[in-house]
């Protein structure tokens, strides 16, 4: 019975890590460190609140999908 309250218990604290998404600092690192590697320049990134994004396009969700990465050219 122990083995499987904490199987549950762990299970519970993973989701929750997974649920929380990456810091918006972490993924634009990413996505620049692929947009350099394919050669490209004259852009910029940044994080704003979902929703909020009117111009550019979105590439990426982060801090548990509360803001967007947006790309401009």
Do not use: F, H, N, W
Not at 9 to 29: I, Q, R, T, Y
Not at 56 to 64: A, H, I, Q
């Amino acid at each position: 019975m122990k083995k499987v309250v904490l199987a549950t218990v762990m299970v519970m604290l993973a989701g929750s890590a997974l649920a929380a998404g990456k810091p918006c600092d972490e993924l634009k690192g990413e996505i620049d460190a692929k947009l350099q590697a394919k050669g490209a320049s004259g852009y910029s990134l940044q994080a704003v609140d979902k929703g909020s994004a009117t111009d550019g396009k979105v590439v990426g969700t982060c801090e548990g999908g509360t803001k967007v990465l947006v790309y401009k050219r």
